[in-house]
Protein backbone atom coordinates (compact mmCIF):
# COMPACT_ATOMS: atom_id res chain seq x y z
CA UNK A 1 0.00 0.00 0.00
CA UNK A 2 2.64 2.36 0.10
CA UNK A 3 3.52 5.21 -2.38
CA UNK A 4 6.82 6.55 -3.44
CA UNK A 5 7.22 9.47 -5.98
CA UNK A 6 9.74 11.06 -7.14
CA UNK A 7 10.74 14.57 -8.64
CA UNK A 8 13.67 17.37 -9.53
CA UNK A 9 14.88 15.82 -12.22
CA UNK A 10 15.51 17.49 -15.36
CA UNK A 11 17.98 18.86 -17.95
CA UNK A 12 21.27 20.54 -16.87
CA UNK A 13 24.90 21.14 -18.08
CA UNK A 14 27.64 19.54 -16.82
CA UNK A 15 29.07 21.00 -13.92
CA UNK A 16 25.69 22.04 -12.07
CA UNK A 17 23.60 20.44 -9.33
CA UNK A 18 20.13 19.38 -9.08
CA UNK A 19 18.35 17.77 -5.80
CA UNK A 20 15.57 15.32 -5.95
CA UNK A 21 13.16 14.54 -3.85
CA UNK A 22 11.10 11.44 -2.96
CA UNK A 23 8.06 11.77 -1.16
CA UNK A 24 6.52 8.56 1.15
CA UNK A 25 3.28 7.61 1.81
CA UNK A 26 1.24 4.99 3.47
CA UNK A 27 4.21 3.01 5.16
CA UNK A 28 5.90 3.92 8.54
CA UNK A 29 8.42 6.00 7.31
CA UNK A 30 10.48 6.44 10.42
CA UNK A 31 11.14 2.54 9.80
CA UNK A 32 12.10 2.34 6.47
CA UNK A 33 15.86 2.21 5.17
CA UNK A 34 15.46 4.76 1.87
CA UNK A 35 17.73 4.51 -1.00
CA UNK A 36 18.38 5.70 -4.73
CA UNK A 37 19.28 3.85 -7.17
CA UNK A 38 19.72 4.74 -11.19
CA UNK A 39 20.05 3.20 -14.18
CA UNK A 40 20.74 4.28 -17.64
CA UNK A 41 20.30 2.92 -21.21
CA UNK A 42 22.07 -0.55 -21.57
CA UNK A 43 23.35 -0.50 -18.02
CA UNK A 44 21.89 -2.20 -14.81
CA UNK A 45 20.23 -0.62 -11.94
CA UNK A 46 22.96 0.40 -9.32
CA UNK A 47 23.14 1.85 -6.25
CA UNK A 48 23.54 5.65 -6.07
CA UNK A 49 23.02 6.08 -1.83
CA UNK A 50 21.62 4.40 0.71
CA UNK A 51 20.57 6.37 4.28
CA UNK A 52 19.01 3.54 7.18
CA UNK A 53 16.60 4.23 9.42
CA UNK A 54 18.99 4.67 11.91
CA UNK A 55 20.75 7.44 9.48
CA UNK A 56 23.79 5.21 8.57
CA UNK A 57 25.03 6.53 4.80
CA UNK A 58 26.53 4.32 2.12
CA UNK A 59 27.64 6.17 -1.33
CA UNK A 60 28.19 4.13 -4.47
CA UNK A 61 31.91 4.85 -5.48
CA UNK A 62 31.19 7.04 -8.32
CA UNK A 63 29.21 9.87 -6.29
CA UNK A 64 31.52 9.79 -3.19
CA UNK A 65 32.45 13.48 -2.40
CA UNK A 66 29.69 14.95 -4.98
CA UNK A 67 26.27 13.38 -3.82
CA UNK A 68 24.72 13.80 -0.40
CA UNK A 69 21.44 11.62 0.74
CA UNK A 70 19.26 12.97 3.63
CA UNK A 71 16.41 12.29 5.25
CA UNK A 72 13.40 13.89 7.25
CA UNK A 73 11.24 11.77 8.68
CA UNK A 74 8.52 14.41 9.87
CA UNK A 75 7.87 15.24 6.57
CA UNK A 76 8.45 11.74 5.09
CA UNK A 77 10.83 12.67 2.63
CA UNK A 78 14.23 11.83 0.99
CA UNK A 79 16.44 13.89 -1.18
CA UNK A 80 19.66 13.45 -2.90
CA UNK A 81 21.94 16.68 -3.61
CA UNK A 82 23.44 16.40 -6.71
CA UNK A 83 26.66 18.59 -7.13
CA UNK A 84 28.92 18.80 -9.77
CA UNK A 85 27.44 16.46 -12.46
CA UNK A 86 28.90 14.60 -15.42
CA UNK A 87 27.22 13.18 -18.83
CA UNK A 88 27.99 9.62 -16.83
CA UNK A 89 25.41 10.72 -14.11
CA UNK A 90 22.66 10.96 -16.86
CA UNK A 91 20.26 8.08 -16.43
CA UNK A 92 17.13 7.80 -14.68
CA UNK A 93 17.09 7.70 -11.03
CA UNK A 94 14.56 5.47 -8.59
CA UNK A 95 13.99 6.18 -4.74
CA UNK A 96 13.07 2.86 -2.66
CA UNK A 97 12.40 2.05 0.61
CA UNK A 98 12.81 -1.60 2.26
CA UNK A 99 12.14 -2.90 5.57
CA UNK A 100 12.46 -6.35 6.78
CA UNK A 101 11.32 -7.77 10.20
CA UNK A 102 11.67 -11.94 10.87
CA UNK A 103 11.20 -13.53 7.88
CA UNK A 104 8.99 -10.55 5.96
CA UNK A 105 10.61 -8.27 3.55
CA UNK A 106 8.77 -5.18 2.02
CA UNK A 107 10.32 -2.94 -0.34
CA UNK A 108 8.66 0.28 -2.26
CA UNK A 109 9.80 1.28 -5.75
CA UNK A 110 8.90 5.18 -7.19
CA UNK A 111 8.50 5.29 -11.09
CA UNK A 112 11.57 7.44 -11.57
CA UNK A 113 12.86 10.67 -12.71
CA UNK A 114 15.13 11.52 -15.35
CA UNK A 115 18.52 13.39 -15.31
CA UNK A 116 20.02 14.42 -17.97
CA UNK A 117 23.31 15.93 -17.90
CA UNK A 118 24.71 17.71 -21.20
CA UNK A 119 28.33 18.05 -22.11
Known amino acids: QGELAESGGGLVQAGESLRLSCAAS????????LGWHRQAPGKERELVAS???????KYGESVKGRFTISRDNAENMVYLQMNSLTPDDTAVYYC?????????????WGQGTQVTVSS
Open 96 to 108: NAEHTWGKRRTEW
Open 26 to 33: GITFSRYD
Open 51 to 57: ISSGGRK
